[in-house]
Every structure is written in C-alpha cells, then in structure tokens.
C-alpha cells in the first residue's frame, strides 16, 4: 500500500540534524525528499566523527546515517548561475521546502519567502533557526547544548542544582525536527482546503520550551522554580531508580492504589505518618528512598522486577544502547531498519518510530507500514538523476 505522503515531493536545504531529521520523518512517511549538499563537503555531518566506518579512502559517519535515511542527495553551489537554476525547477515542482539557514541567508541567495511563493504559490516552507527568527536575539547561532542550557533543560537534568548536565542526545535538534515535521503536516492539511502554501517557523528554544510540560507550569503557575533532583520525579514518590543487592531498578508509583499494593507486596505500612499521601511522600522523599530501598535490600534486580511485576507495579531495568537494540522487544517493534549502503553494503539502522494499520470490513487490522527504506545516499549520489527529472543537462554547464 502506498505510503501516507507518497507523491510529496520535499527540497532539504538543512544540513546538521534539526532540518535533516524533520526530512527524514517525512521520508520514512513516504516523501520523496531530495537533500540539496554542498559539493565537494557535502552536510556538516559527514565530517562529524568518530566513529567513522568503511573504507580508509572513503569513511562513512555514523553521525550522518543516523538523520539520513530514505533520501536522495545533489550537490549544488547555490552561489553558481547552474545551482540558483537547479534549484529553482526544485522549487517549482516540490511540495515542501526545509531550511535552516541563519535568518537572511536565502533572501541574500535570492530565494526569499517572497520568491519561493512567487515560483510556487502551493509550496509549504520550514524554517529552523536557533533561537527564533525574530525578536531581540533572533539572528544568534544555534547549536543543540547553547540551547539546552539557554532553555533551561540542562538546569533540571543532573544530579542536582549545582551540576547541570546536557541530555545524551541532541535533543533540542531532534525536537526542532519533530515539531517542524508536524508543522509541515498541518501546513499540507491546510493547503488541500486552501491550495495556498504557507511557511513553517521553530526554532530550538521553542522546541525545547514547548516540552518544558509540568516544569514549566511550576514556574508560570505556582511560582515554583525546577530544579535538578537527579533519577527521582519531582511532584511522585516513590518514582525513580532505586538501589537493590546488585543493582538498581525502576519504579513509577504513580498513585495511591498503587502506592497500597505496592505496599503490600515489600511490607510498608502504607499509613507511615508522612507517606500516607503523595504530597506528603513528595516533601519526605528522603525518608520514602529510605524506606524503599530498605525493602530491595534483600533481592537482586532480575527477582525484585519479578516481584514488581506480580505486584503490579510498573517497573524497569537501565539497559545500555546495545541491550536495547539486542531487545526483541525493540525489534518487534520495527525499530531496526536494515538497509543496502552503497559504500558499506548491508547496515542497521535505528528505524521509524511509528507504526500504520488499515482496518477491514471484518475490524481486523493489517499492517501497512512502509518497510523498504533507502540508506543515506552518498554525496551526489542522485545528481544526474534529478537533474534528468527536471530536464536539465546531465552535466553542468561551465
């Protein structure tokens, strides 16, 4: 079955990974989408190692097949007569232009908002900057940990108030992608009842404020200024991770029927004055972590997880990247894409995270999540073939 946006054509001006992420969810959605590089380097990612696998003379970054996948690449100097010319037909025949250049920089290459709609009055346009397009710093750099410490990430992750730590991945990135993609979705929603294209505008501070969630709240309602608590919920008690004899596991005790049975199950008395209440266990955390890891004292991580799930309650071990892609339960999941590298031949990949079912007349679902993905392509690798769809010469004039 065809995939959802099958037939969207996307123009991927955006390099490092905010922008090449948001194309790659559109890819893995069905898009065709062509990533415009800079020849001779390409995006910034390809440099960005180690690790580096391959040949010697030609390495590979892992960093760049991460954000890559299901696109076709061109190299362009948009500064040439022929790169403005290629990629105006672009422009003309796409559904979706990315960029995430700083603010400016496409109306100095002569593809300002004005142009873009004036070649293509239907294109829907995203935009990534770092901090805003707009306002008394919407001109500065972004770059993901300026912008996690900028937005007040860092300073609720960590150990605690006085040792801010930046997420493990670039989440500020990754975010901006995501909410841009979501953007760009509605914007095509829109455009099928309008026929007028629109543009896309976020930035990394807004992503990572739009998932500030009950933190932000604290501040903007009660007054209340977060803080870094390291591995345990700020507003739950007990939820965490909490110590046993060889090791640790998590819990999420996220109310007081599970508070009771959770109780039962390790021999606290439930009523202890000052735990008989979230609120109550929230201000004695300390006491509550006590009395937990008490009670764990006694079992080793694999028989306690046991125990919790027979009690009911929710329940984890920390597992390490290579246990999680080791996992059935990951790969049941479609979370492993297996791909043919031009260069590496057969790779894994960290695949889509969603899943499409169509429903029959009968109400049994059939999955028809696209499974056939493309490896991130060399560096114009697609060159000559998008030339020749846009009817233009194979080799670029002189």
Same mark, same amino acid.
């Given at each position: ?149 900028? #937005? ?49 505008? $976020?930035?990394?501070?807004? #992503? ?117 892609? $080791? ?72």
């Amino acid at each position: 079955m065809a995939q959802p946006l099958a037939g969207t054509v996307v123009v991927d001006l955006t390099r490092a990974l905010a922008g090449p992420h948001a194309g790659m969810m559109l890819g893995d959605l069905g898009a065709r989408v062509i990533k415009v590089e800079t020849p001779g380097t390409g995006d910034d990612t390809r440099g960005w190692g180690p690790p580096f696998v391959g040949p010697e003379d030609d390495p590979v970054s892992t960093y760049y097949l991460s954000c890559n996948r299901n696109k076709e690449s061109i190299a362009l100097d948009l500064k040439s007569d022929d790169g403005a010319a290629v990629l105006t037909e672009l422009v003309r025949r796409a559904d979706v232009l990315l960029e995430n250049f700083r603010p400016g920089v496409l109306d100095r290459l002569g593809f300002g908002t004005a142009r873009l709609m004036e070649l293509n009055p239907g294109l829907v346009v995203l935009s990534i900057s770092g901090f805003g397009h707009d306002g008394p710093e919407g001109g500065r750099a972004g770059y993901d940990q300026i912008a996690q410490g900028e #937005a007040g990430l860092m300073s609720l992750t960590g150990p605690g108030p006085d040792e801010p730590q930046r997420v493990g991945v670039p989440i500020g990135d990754l975010l901006a992608g995501m909410y841009g993609a979501y953007g760009v979705l509605a914007a095509l929603l829109e455009r099928g009842r309008t026929g007028r294209g629109q543009v896309v505008r $976020t930035s990394l501070l807004s #992503a990572i404020v739009g998932v500030h969630a009950f933190q932000g709240t604290r501040w903007t309602v009660a007054g209340q200024v977060g803080r870094a608590q390291g591995n345990h919920h700020p507003s739950i008690a007990p939820y965490g991770l909490f110590r046993c004899r060889d090791g640790a596991v998590q819990i999420s005790v996220g109310s007081e029927g599970l508070w009771r049975r959770f109780c039962a199950a390790f021999g606290i008395d439930a009523e202890t004055p000052g735990m008989a209440s979230n609120p109550e266990r929230v201000a004695n955390r300390d006491a509550v972590i006590d009395a937990v890891e008490a009670a764990f004292a006694g079992y080793d991580a694999a028989e306690l997880l046991a125990a919790l799930a027979e009690a009911g309650v929710p329940a984890g071990r920390v597992r390490s990247l290579d246990e999680v892609y $080791t996992w059935e339960q990951t790969r049941s999941q479609g979370l492993l894409a297996e791909v043919e590298h031009p260069v590496l031949g057969p790779v894994t990949l960290p695949g889509p995270p969603l899943r499409f079912f169509g429903v029959g007349a009968d109400g049994a679902e059939a999955e028809t999540t696209g499974t056939d993905h493309r490896p991130p392509p060399v560096l114009d690798q697609h060159g000559e073939e998008i030339r020749a769809w846009l009817g233009l010469p194979a080799v670029r004039p002189a």
